[in-house]
């Protein structure tokens, strides 16, 4: 059964990247992406930004709460304040990446969590993001 976040309704960055969501929980979500050729890069292997992407939106999915208020919702939201990937094995077009993300610590408001991005059982980057919450602001 497929799951949503309401992060991710207005995010056409994901959208675009054609991102699923298989679970999300507070501190605890899974996704996945099949890599298409607008993806890969001039070496042929999926762009390390593709990549980088991928994992950011599981860490935007793990550092904020899918159940807070639907209706008027939150008063805070969650952001990176930073981020580092690791890239270890090359992702190839056709391929579908899964990343996982889990909280590591919270404290007030910050966090680190880590995002492991895998195409089956090879292991394709390591990515740990810190995350600050602050005051959601209205757009002008």
């Given at each position: 059964?497929?799951?949503?976040?309401p992060?991710?309704?207005?995010?056409?960055?994901?959208?675009?990247?054609?991102?699923?969501?298989?679970?999300?929980?507070?501190?605890?979500?899974?996704?996945?992406?099949t890599?298409?050729?607008?993806?890969?890069?001039?070496?042929?292997?999926?762009?390390?930004?593709?990549?980088?992407?991928?994992?950011?939106?599981?860490?935007?999915?793990a550092?904020?709460?899918?159940?807070?208020?639907?209706?008027?919702?939150?008063?805070?939201?969650?952001v990176?304040?930073?981020?580092?990937?690791?890239?270890?094995?090359?992702?190839?077009?056709?391929?579908?990446?899964?990343?996982?993300?889990?909280?590591?610590?919270?404290?007030?408001?910050?966090g680190?969590?880590?995002?492991?991005?895998?195409?089956?059982?090879?292991?394709?980057?390591?990515?740990r993001?810190?995350?600050?919450?602050?005051?959601?602001?209205?757009?002008?």
């Amino acid at each position: 059964m497929p799951h949503t976040h309401p992060i991710l309704e207005q995010d056409r960055a994901s959208q675009w990247l054609g991102i699923d969501v298989d679970r999300a929980l507070f501190g605890d979500a899974q996704i996945s992406m099949t890599v298409r050729e607008e993806m890969v890069n001039g070496f042929g292997m999926a762009h390390g930004g593709i990549i980088f992407a991928f994992a950011d939106t599981c860490f935007a999915l793990a550092c904020n709460d899918p159940e807070a208020d639907r209706d008027a919702g939150p008063a805070t939201i969650t952001v990176a304040s930073g981020a580092d990937i690791n890239f270890v094995a090359p992702a190839f077009e056709g391929q579908t990446l899964t990343a996982v993300g889990r909280e590591v610590s919270r404290s007030g408001r910050s966090g680190i969590y880590d995002i492991r991005v895998t195409a089956g059982h090879t292991l394709i980057a390591e990515f740990r993001g810190r995350s600050r919450t602050i005051p959601k602001h209205a757009r002008d």
